[in-house]
């Protein structure tokens, strides 16, 4: 350690001395072998480690909370992000720090970020050791080099036996997410479902990024043999990590990405999979991991005889997840890093039906959709959602995004037109009716739509105008049953299709009320025509 440099092998600077010991840094291995010894997780056929998260299966966005003080007064979006006094703050880390008393913690120091300008070095303590784990595939592990040097900018601190107190804390429930940018401190308490932790780093970078002129995304990355890049944005459950793992394309990451003077880059080193009914044949690579030694299974069942697993069973949860590092999906690249996108996807899993597989969109309503962020919100990933449900959701991303989605939409909005990217609305939700009635896109056609958009195919194919939408709609693409592109001739109904569409853009003008003073009138004028749906019905 160079003379004159803080000791981030402990704790100190942070005020924390009394805990009975800090595993810093420890690998794979070791973290695999204390996870088992202590009981946390058992060993899965082939290697995987297998843990179960109890209450909290997926992630608390009604209890995360930011600090709202000088720095942040005037740059985060208090209309989305629940604000927390430094007051409050300030009770939460001194009981926090009191609970980390003679207990054994561990510590990882590593990087958010795979572009080396813009990366950031975080250490994250956590009271398990699969916690430890996880974020150790997740993130990004400096070499030995740069470890000898690493500061950390921001500590994330996550004890799940930690119990908030709203009347001392100021917080709604037991569970805690507070993220102090001052401080350059989040605190996790109450849950140990591990998303937690690989979405503060997000949300970290979400802010600070911005700053530098860097687009954060929440997207997947991949890359076709004709150095062709795609962005694929989308809320949870709509597809990022499906559809990017794809035999043809090289796989740049699956989750959080930053579009920067260089091109795309990873925030993360790893993958973060939803497990449930996972099937061999249509996701041969993500299956794959749930053999391979180290992967981390949350909350999927296994037989404790066999060790063999049961992806269909969703007694634990519906968002069973797994943790790999990216070099488990056999093309991933491993710099993580590209240049800058050929094609932008926007992944809405629509569970009204109402939405066509594929559609182009100009810069406009490329603009309006990211801002509108549709998708149907699917089982589990946030507490309490048990079945499908219309969600507009800022950015794909509004959990995440500490600052005005306008902010977003302008730096977005600016790179699109710089790079002349091509911008695309996929749904990868219903067909044939809604939630309950149709079923859901098969990935087989969801996979062919998408590569005649990438391999530039569809760009010869004809087009339709979507009445309601106004977007363009092929009509139709080879290897493929046209039907499915219309969804209204997919509903056996198709009056109830129209009143569907109708309430949808309705929904989507309602929603979009709150951006209407930010953005210019070409944008505005993207926004759907609930009529056209009235005179098509009559
Ligand atoms: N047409 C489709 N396209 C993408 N995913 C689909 C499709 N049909 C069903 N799925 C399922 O939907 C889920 C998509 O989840 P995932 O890729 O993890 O989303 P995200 O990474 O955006 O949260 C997976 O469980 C996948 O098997
Ligand atoms: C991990 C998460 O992200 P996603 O579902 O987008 O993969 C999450 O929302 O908790
Ligand atoms: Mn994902």
Request: charged residues 25%; glycine residues 8%.
């Amino acid at each position: 350690m160079p003379d004159g440099m803080v000791n981030t092998r402990d704790l100190s600077d942070l005020g924390v001395t009394n805990a009975a010991r800090l595993n810093v840094n420890w690998t794979e291995a070791a973290l695999y072998q204390e996870a088992v010894r202590r009981g946390e997780g058992e060993v899965a056929k082939g290697g995987p480690l297998v843990v179960k998260t109890g209450q909290h299966t997926g992630r608390s966005a009604r209890d995360k909370f930011t600090v709202r003080d000088a720095a942040t007064e005037d740059t985060v979006w208090w209309d989305f992000n629940a604000a927390m006094s430094p007051e409050h703050f300030q009770a939460l880390w001194a009981d926090m720090r009191a609970h980390m008393a003679d207990r054994e913690l561990f510590v990882q120091e590593l990087f958010g970020g795979a572009d080396e300008t813009h990366r950031l070095p975080v250490r994250v303590v956590t009271e398990l050791a699969w916690h430890s784990l996880f974020i150790r595939h997740l993130l990004r592990r400096p070499d030995a080099a740069e470890l000898a040097d690493f500061a950390p900018e921001f500590t994330i601190v996550n004890l799940p036996s930690f119990r908030a107190d709203p009347e001392r804390h100021g917080t709604r429930s037991e569970t805690v997410i507070a993220v102090n940018f001052s401080e350059r401190l989040v605190l996790i308490g109450g849950t140990s479902y591990a998303g937690e932790t690989k979405k503060s780093v997000f949300t970290i970078l979400n802010y600070l990024l911005p700053e530098k002129r860097v687009m954060p995304m929440h997207c997947s990355v991949n890359v076709g043999k004709a150095d062709d890049p795609a962005v694929f944005f989308g809320l949870s459950g709509t597809g990022k990590t499906t559809l990017s793992a794809d035999p043809e394309r090289k796989l740049i990451g699956d989750d959080e990405h930053g579009w920067s003077e260089n091109g795309l880059f990873n925030f993360e080193g790893g993958c973060y999979a939803k497990m449930i009914r996972l099937s061999a044949e249509a996701e041969p690579q993500i299956h794959a991991t749930t053999k391979m030694w180290g992967t981390v299974l949350e909350n999927v069942v296994m037989d404790p005889v066999t060790r063999e697993l049961d992806l269909d069973d969703a007694s634990l949860a519906e968002n069973s997840r797994g943790a790999y590092p990216l070099h488990y999906i056999p093309n991933a690249c491993d710099k993580n890093v590209c240049g800058h996108p050929k094609n932008i996807v926007m992944l809405t899993c629509d569970a009204f039906g109402v939405m066509p597989p594929i559609a182009k969109l100009t810069p406009a309503q490329a603009m309006y959709h990211f801002l509108s962020g549709y998708t149907a919100k699917v089982a589990g990933t946030e507490k309490g959602v048990t079945e499908p449900s219309a969600t507009f959701s800022t950015c794909f991303g509004a959990p995440f995004m500490p600052r005005h989605p306008a902010e977003y939409g302008a730096l977005l909005r600016d790179l699109i037109a710089e790079h002349s990217v091509d911008c695309w609305l996929v749904n990868t939700g219903w067909t044939g009716g809604a939630y309950g009635v149709g079923e859901r896109m098969p990935i087989a056609a969801t996979r062919k739509l998408l590569n005649a958009a990438l391999d530039g195919s569809l760009a010869g194919a004809a087009f339709r105008t979507d009445p309601v939408f106004g977007f363009a709609v092929p009509v139709s693409v080879e290897g493929l049953d046209d039907s499915i592109l219309d969804p209204r001739s997919t509903w056996s109904d198709q009056a109830a299709f129209d009143a569907q569409a109708e309430k949808l853009a309705d929904m989507f003008i309602a929603n979009f009320e709150k951006f209407e003073d930010h953005v210019a009138p070409y944008v505005r004028a993207a926004a759907p025509n609930p009529e056209q749906a009235k005179l098509a019905a009559e």
